[in-house]
T-cell receptor
Framework: SQELEQSPQSLIVQEGKNLTINCTSSKTLYGLYWYKQKYGEGLIFLMMLQKGGEEKSHEKITAKLDEKKQQSSLHITASQPSHAGIYLCGAYHPNTGNQFYFGTGTSLTVIP | DTGVSQNPRHKITKRGQNVTFRCDPISEHNRLYWYRQTLGQGPEFLTYFQNEAQLEKSRLLSDRFSAERPKGSFSTLEIQRTEQGDSAMYLC???????????FGSGTRLTVV
């Protein structure tokens, strides 16, 4: 089965601090997607990475995909309480058919 | 609102009862997906529709579960004879193409008591 491992599982940071969340696959990814989920709600799309070495930024969030397309990182600069939630990476691979598979998520708490 | 809409947001039911959830995808998206998410886990794939055709089903989708997408528009997910283990968040997503990513609804949280 395809697996995405996320680390850390949970993170507690002081407001204003930087943080990084990692997502690792044992297989080459054909697309890597980052989503954010508020507790008990649906997933909100953040960013999509498809090319090796690609980097995208939106406001204070930067996502990178390594050259081998097996690892992605999500970096938040100067964290704010609004960044709190669960961050999930998702990917698809031809072997998985027409579906995404997801990591187990990283729970982020930002202390004001 | 042009997002994915799910109803109801919350459902509490007694064990053994049947429940039905509805998903209205983004109108121009021909792909529709159902996922299930339990606490502390990422979403797990249940089933996939392209237009009205159900093209994939996970082994997680036991015979108590059935999904439909008549006319390729909205979709329903029915669970018969609910069990406590069915308690979870049921998420619907739609997309135009897989490599464009999914748009998720807010989910339906099911609690079986």
């Amino acid at each position: 089965s395809q697996e995405l491992e996320q680390s850390p599982q949970s993170l507690i940071v002081q407001e204003g601090k930087n943080l990084t969340i990692n997502c690792t696959s044992s297989k080459t990814l054909y697309g890597l997607y980052w989503y954010k989920q508020k507790y008990g709600e649906g997933l909100i799309f953040l960013m999509m990475l498809q090319k090796g070495g690609e980097e995208k930024s939106h406001e204070k969030i930067t996502a990178k995909l390594d050259e081998k397309k097996q690892q992605s990182s999500l970096h938040i600069t100067a964290s704010q309480p609004s960044h709190a939630g669960i961050y999930l990476c998702g990917a698809y691979h031809p072997n998985t058919g027409n579906q995404f598979y997801f990591g187990t998520g990283t729970s982020l708490t930002v202390i004001p | 609102d042009t997002g994915v809409s799910q109803n109801p947001r919350h459902k509490i039911t007694k064990r053994g009862q049947n429940v039905t959830f509805r998903c209205d995808p983004i109108s121009e998206h021909n792909r529709l997906y159902w996922y299930r998410q339990t606490l502390g886990q990422g979403p797990e794939f249940l089933t996939y529709f392209q237009n009205e055709a159900q093209l994939e089903k996970s082994r997680l989708l036991s015979d108590r579960f059935s999904a439909e997408r008549p006319k390729g528009s909205f979709s329903t997910l029915e669970i018969q004879r609910t069990e406590q283990g069915d308690s979870a968040m049921y998420l619907c997503a739609s997309s135009f193409r897989l490599d464009y990513g999914y748009t998720f609804g807010s989910g339906t949280r099911l609690t079986v008591v």
